[in-house]
């Protein structure tokens, strides 16, 4: 089981000016090998938003992951994906848009 340390925005420190408290996560084996998607499905209440992650191939799917949070830290989600992702083509280049089967 692998240990990692980092930033992950706490809950509570609201973007205050502070430095994030640095928090120790676990990753466990079976969820360190990671597993691969190429396709999301997105669900929401007034509560909760669900990711469901699939692996698609020859027309049928598999949900390989399933992710459950609030509102507010879907938003944040998103706000550090478009974060790195403007790093990742600042590094590698523009991403085109991917077609059916990409």
Known sequence: MAE?????????NGGNGRKKPEI??????????GV???SML?????NEFVLDFA?????RGT???????????MKR????LDDNLKKYESAHGP???STAGD
Do not use: E, F, M
Request: aromatic share 2%.
């Open 4 to 12: 990692s340390a980092g930033s992950l925005g706490a809950p509570g």
């Open 55 to 59: 692996l698609v191939t020859g027309g």
């Open 24 to 33: 120790k996560l676990r990753l466990p084996d079976h969820i360190g090998a």
């Open 77 to 80: 989600v998103v706000a550090a």
């Open 42 to 46: 997105v669900q929401h209440t007034g």
């Open 95 to 97: 991403i085109s848009p």
């Open 63 to 73: 949900i390989v992951a399933r992710v459950i949070t609030s509102p507010a830290h």
């Open 36 to 38: 691969y998607a190429n």
